[in-house]
């Protein structure tokens, strides 16, 4: 093992840790509010411990599979570890345990929060709270790929694992190339979003700190009520777009971009995605329309503005829909754990595992009508090899057997079994709000230390799609190489 490059680069990314924060200082500043001196103290803090690490000489600057996970998973928690400073000098968060959870959500873009009145904390660490859905979305050490040349050799076992699906696209010969492609189509939304939300009526404060929320889809606000204190249908409209836009595989903007536009019209994924969309706005629209809402106007505004937000894993609200009926309620439940498609910044399980899943039991079904029969799985006309196939059907069996032992683990608290398994389900597929306690206009704040934790690694865990924080736990990973 390579501890050597492994401590340079946790040091480095502890030093891009430091230039996310200087935006929220000019925030703090510009307002007159003092919580910019929160943000210094993070700083030297972040100091004193990331440039002994960046001054460490490795042996070798190459990075393998073992050297990347490790990277990748104390990365984040190192990121959370010192971005949580801020909450707890400036006074806003007290409990460091509590921080820790408030920012852990941030970076995995989950938003699940613990704060009871959003509406009372300083400008620059809410902006600071939102910005971490936008550092996190696209994947923080990605991030710093494309910017900063810090990783060099190995970069492609880092994207691979931190970026979300079971099969990382690589756009570009070289990794960082790869990186700077995603994030210009990433910052390319960003400004659209925050320009039409401006331009809607939100101030450019409001309009960036909600784009964060919206493209990253994390779905942190400024608002206590969430998107519905603006009751706005214009801004609800753009952030419905924005969001189910967040949820595409950002490589097929790529495409669009070369107008390969045959190619994204047949993706396979993407239809899926958006038919499962139309399915379920169709049917919460019938349930809905009479009996909670008397106009259709009203029916569609809210059903699709919900389907999108949970589809997509963003968790905005405009409204309670833990007051919707059981069925509505059980298609957002469903939509949890689908998620968005590989590639984009939303959770879950995916639509490209769905969609492989499918074709599995189409095989199986045909394999029982003709037991002789070679039927290989392909999308799209491509052959999607066997360990593809292991892969999703491992990562499938895991996350519900991740699902159920974290929610038996939560109901330890003495809280409804909807509750517990809604808060584990919101955690895991990094949406946010669930049901019941843990509903659209409640929090996370009732929930012990031990069960904050368990949380914050579930979020954790769905972030960087189990396999690269589990098998870091494994006796195998730290045994020697012969």
């Known amino acids: 093992m390579n501890y050597g490059i492994v401590i340079k680069i946790l040091g480095n990314l502890l030093l891009f840790n430091i230039i996310a924060l200087l935006p929220s200082i000019g925030i703090s500043i510009y307002y007159g509010e003092n919580d910019y001196l929160a943000f210094i103290f993070t700083i030297i803090i972040i100091l004193l411990f990331s440039v002994p690490m960046s001054l460490v000489k490795p042996k070798t600057k190459k990075i393998r599979g073992k050297e990347a996970l490790l990277i990748v998973a104390f990365g984040w928690l190192l990121f959370a570890a010192f971005g949580a400073l801020p909450f707890v000098i400036s006074g806003s968060i007290p409990s460091y345990i509590d921080a820790f959870f408030e920012t852990i959500s941030g970076l995995t873009t989950t938003g699940a929060t613990i704060i009871n009145d959003i509406e009372i904390l300083p400008r620059g660490i809410l902006f600071w709270r939102s910005l971490t859905h936008w550092l996190g979305g696209m994947g923080i050490l990605v991030l710093t790929l494309a910017i900063l040349p810090l990783i060099g050799v190995g970069g492609v076992q880092i994207f691979k694992a931190e970026s979300p699906g079971p099969e990382a696209d690589k756009l570009a010969p070289r990794m960082r190339d790869t990186a700077k492609i ?4 990433y910052l390319g939304i960003t400004v659209a979003q925050v320009t039409l939300l401006f331009f809607g009526g939100m101030t450019l ?3 960036f700190v909600h784009t964060f929320g919206t493209v990253g889809t994390g779905g942190f606000s ?3 009520a969430s998107i519905g204190a603006f009751n706005s249908l214009y801004i609800e409209m753009v952030i419905t777009f924005f969001m189910i836009a967040s949820g595409v595989n950002f490589s097929l903007y790529y495409g669009l971009y070369k107008g390969r536009w045959k190619d994204i019209y047949k993706n396979a994924e993407l239809r899926l995605y958006l038919t499962i969309i139309v399915i379920a706005f169709v049917l919460i629209s019938i349930n809905l329309y009479g009996e909670i809402y008397s106009t259709i106007g009203e ?4 059903s699709i503005f919900q389907v999108g937000s949970i589809i997509t894993t963003t968790g905005y609200t405009t409204t309670d829909f833990d007051l919707w009926p059981t069925f509505s309620k059980g298609i957002l439940f469903t939509l949890m754990f689908i998620g968005g498609c590989a590639g984009s910044t939303g959770g879950a399980i995916k639509n490209i595992r769905i969609l492989i899943l499918i074709k599995l039991l189409r ?3 045909s ?4 037991p002789r029969a070679l039927i290989p799985v392909r999308i799209e006309k491509k052959l999607i090899s066997t360990d593809i196939v292991a892969s999703v ?3 499938f069996f895991l996350y519900i057997l991740i699902f159920i032992g974290g929610t038996l683990l939560i109901s330890l608290e003495g809280i409804g079994l909807v509750s517990a398994a809604s808060s584990v389900a919101a955690t895991l597929g990094n949406i946010g709000p669930g049901f019941d306690l843990v509903g659209a206009t409640r929090n996370y704040s009732f929930f012990s230390v ?4 368990l949380l914050s690694l579930l979020m954790l865990l769905g972030r960087l799609e189990l396999f690269t924080i589990l098998v870091i736990m494994t006796p195998n990973f730290w045994r020697k190489e012969i």
């Open 182 to 185: 995603l994030y210009t189509a």
């Open 205 to 207: 404060y409001e309009a």
């Open 222 to 224: 400024t608002r206590n």
């Open 299 to 302: 029916t569609l505004r809210y």
């Open 363 to 365: 095989r199986q079904f």
């Open 367 to 370: 394999k029982i009508i003709r």
């Open 393 to 395: 059907t491992s990562f």
């Open 450 to 453: 031990p069960s904050k934790l």
